[in-house]
């Protein structure tokens, strides 16, 4: 199966090494530790310091530099470009996502349910759909082309690993469309999915295989935008370089909401 079957078909696909995005990644190397490191990044570092999330916190351009890098570029960039047709999209700044051993640790403010859906269920979620107020409410804040992933150190297969449910792109399209159908995009944000956002997560897992995706520098990965995914538990004799396992990730912004819920 080639990549572009696989990615409609199981929703998403990985690249092999690429010196391309070897050559990127060095370069770029140096603005990551920069980030995880600054102090007005510290508040990213949670769940008792297992887990720096680093949410858009690389200080590339629209063209995935860093300064005096190169732009992102390579193999799974061009099939972003041609085979996804995002052309010119620009590049969002990356999270830096950091994982250490022990993760996750119960952090403060989080229910003994949530520090074991975070542990048992890999903190499943799907990209946009964010949770709010008190009650954490669910709704539709953010619209993701794809999701990019790029790790930047070496680790083991079990350094909390990349999860998706394979094919749960078509249960939460179909979803997704029927929830706002007759709803004008500008309204969608208004309408709170929490209870069936819950029940067809519920359907992913019984429906879709749990995978991990655990690739090292050079390799890539891209994940369609309705994917449940995650991040796996820390396993006891999962080892990583003295950085842990960090994982670059790109999710660009759209502005055609229709396109975002409607196309493949």
């Known amino acids: 199966m080639n990549s572009f079957d696989h990615y409609h078909q199981k929703g998403w696909c990985l690249f092999p090494t690429d010196p ?3 050559h990127w990644l060095d370069a770029t190397l140096p603005a990551v530790w920069t980030s995880i490191a600054a102090p007005e990044n510290a508040h990213w570092l949670r769940y008792g310091g297992t887990w720096f999330a680093g949410v858009n916190v690389l200080s590339n351009d629209a063209t995935g530099a860093v300064s005096g890098g190169p732009a992102l570029s390579g193999t ?8 996804l047709n995002y052309k010119d999209l620009p590049w969002d700044r990356a999270q830096v996502s950091v994982c250490h051993p022990g993760y996750p ?4 403010g989080e229910t003994d349910a949530m520090h074991a859906f ?8 799907i990209d946009g759909l964010l949770k709010e107020g008190p009650q954490r409410r669910r709704y539709l ?11 930047a150190t070496d680790y083991s297969t079990g350094a909390s690993p990349f999860v998706i449910w394979e094919g749960s792109h078509r249960i939460i399209q179909a979803w997704l469309q029927e929830t706002f159908a007759g709803i004008a995009p500008t309204k969608w944000r208004n309408l709170d999915v929490t209870e069936s956002y819950q029940a067809v997560r519920r359907k992913v897992f019984r429906n879709c295989p749990r995978i991990t995706l655990a690739p090292q520098p050079g390799q890539s990965f891209v994940m369609h935008r309705h994917c449940l995914h995650g991040m796996a538990k820390w396993q006891a004799d999962a080892s990583a370089g003295p950085q842990g396992r960090v994982i670059l990730y790109f999710r660009p912004p759209v502005t055609d909401l229709t396109g975002w819920l409607n196309n493949a």
């Open 20 to 22: 391309v995005l070897r």
């Open 141 to 151: 804040r953010e619209y993701h082309g794809f999701l990019l992933g790029i790790p």
């Open 118 to 125: 975070r542990r048992d269920r890999d903190a499943a979620h």
């Open 105 to 108: 640790q119960p952090m403060a």
């Open 76 to 83: 799974a960039v061009d099939f972003i470009h041609d085979r």
